[in-house]
């Protein structure tokens, strides 16, 4: 799987970047990701990947590059551009859509880690040190926008950076802690987009003498009103995020804990946003194969 899964990253490679020579450099940016996606998707430390023992018998003939050129090449903007461009290549939605839900996954670190990027913040079971992936996902598990904040940062505005990102439309679903009047404001500063969350502090209780949002108004007329059926099927579908987060999680190579070597934001960006494209590649897959 994890060889079937990098041949068709390296097949992508060859569709994107830049299709002249790389004059002055002995690799090219597309053979420096994937050598890069060859130690993500077996789970290990970039500079395994340099090792030609770790490489199937039949390419270990391509030349590697060291580990510190790997880790220099890596911060180059040619290089962060094209995993970038692999990202919105892959994981943007094949089509529009009306249903979209929003919500964090936490990645948990050890809390003795040196990482001063990371933070502590809630995390199942209660508080943890890490980072937090945000994310905007569609029924199908296709991902319109994502971002990596440290476990502290709030949800909700990296709620609003995502909407602003996606620039999506219809109902955006969330649990309670995306209930605010700033978030509804995005929604109606964006158009035609309405947050669908349940109140904080529970159905019938007053909404208080200071201002609401409208788009905030009509949540709670949806959600609250005697037939309050469509927003209940929209707050039950929500939680096929949280199928699409396991999905991420329960294969061999995908985003599981953060190992010891993915540390600060930068690399943790990085390892997430290739296990995301690598789960993404994984998903259309499964959907292209045909059982006899």
């Given at each position: 799987?994890?060889?079937?899964?990098?041949?068709v990253?390296?097949?992508l490679l060859?569709?994107?970047?830049n299709k002249?020579?790389?004059?002055?450099l002995?690799?090219?940016d597309?053979?420096?990701?994937?050598?890069y996606?060859w130690a993500?998707?077996?789970d290990?430390?970039t500079?395994?990947?340099?090792?030609?023992?770790?490489w199937?018998i039949?390419?270990?003939?391509?030349?590697l590059?060291?580990p510190s050129r790997?880790?220099r090449?890596l911060?180059s903007?040619?290089?962060?551009?094209?995993?970038?461009?692999?990202?919105r290549r892959?994981?943007?939605?094949?089509?529009?859509?009306?249903?979209?839900?929003i919500?964090g996954?936490p990645l948990?670190i050890?809390?003795c880690?040196?990482?001063?990027?990371?933070?502590y913040g809630k995390?199942?079971?209660g508080?943890a040190?890490?980072y937090?992936l945000h994310?905007l996902?569609?029924?199908?598990?296709?991902?319109?926008a994502?971002r990596?904040?440290?476990?502290?940062k709030?949800?909700?505005?990296?709620?609003?950076r995502?909407?602003?990102?996606a620039?999506?439309?219809?109902?955006?679903?969330g649990?309670?802690?995306?209930?605010?009047?700033?978030?509804h404001?995005v929604?109606?500063?964006?158009?035609?987009?309405q947050l669908?969350a349940r109140?904080?502090?529970?159905?019938g209780?007053?909404?208080?003498?200071?201002?609401?949002s409208?788009?905030?108004?009509?949540?709670?007329?949806?959600t609250?009103?005697?037939?309050?059926?469509?927003?209940?099927?929209?707050l039950r579908?929500?939680?096929?995020?949280?199928?699409?987060?396991?999905n991420l999680?329960?294969?061999?190579?995908g985003l599981?804990?953060l190992p010891?070597?993915?540390?600060?934001h930068r690399?943790?960006?990085?390892?997430?946003?290739?296990?995301?494209?690598l789960?993404?590649?994984k998903?259309?897959a499964?959907?292209?194969?045909?059982?006899a």
């Amino acid at each position: 799987m994890e060889h079937q899964l990098w041949k068709v990253i390296v097949a992508l490679l060859a569709t994107l970047g830049n299709k002249r020579p790389q004059a002055r450099l002995t690799y090219s940016d597309r053979r420096i990701v994937a050598v890069y996606y060859w130690a993500v998707v077996h789970d290990r430390p970039t500079g395994w990947a340099c090792c030609p023992q770790n490489w199937p018998i039949h390419l270990r003939r391509q030349p590697l590059p060291s580990p510190s050129r790997m880790s220099r090449r890596l911060r180059s903007p040619s290089v962060v551009a094209l995993l970038g461009e692999s990202d919105r290549r892959v994981l943007a939605p094949k089509g529009p859509g009306l249903f979209w839900m929003i919500d964090g996954k936490p990645l948990v670190i050890g809390g003795c880690s040196k990482d001063r990027q990371a933070g502590y913040g809630k995390a199942a079971g209660g508080k943890a040190k890490g980072y937090k992936l945000h994310a905007l996902v569609s029924p199908r598990g296709e991902i319109a926008a994502w971002r990596l904040a440290p476990m502290n940062k709030d949800e909700q505005t990296m709620a609003a950076r995502l909407l602003r990102a996606a620039e999506v439309q219809g109902y955006v679903v969330g649990d309670r802690n995306y209930d605010s009047n700033p978030l509804h404001d995005v929604c109606d500063r964006l158009g035609q987009l309405q947050l669908i969350a349940r109140r904080r502090r529970g159905a019938g209780r007053g909404l208080g003498h200071h201002r609401h949002s409208p788009g905030r108004l009509r949540c709670v007329a949806r959600t609250e009103n005697p037939f309050p059926g469509f927003a209940d099927g929209l707050l039950r579908d929500r939680s096929a995020i949280e199928r699409t987060f396991g999905n991420l999680v329960n294969w061999g190579g995908g985003l599981t804990a953060l190992p010891a070597w993915v540390r600060t934001h930068r690399r943790v960006y990085r390892w997430v946003q290739a296990k995301l494209v690598l789960a993404a590649v994984k998903r259309a897959a499964e959907r292209t194969t045909c059982v006899a």
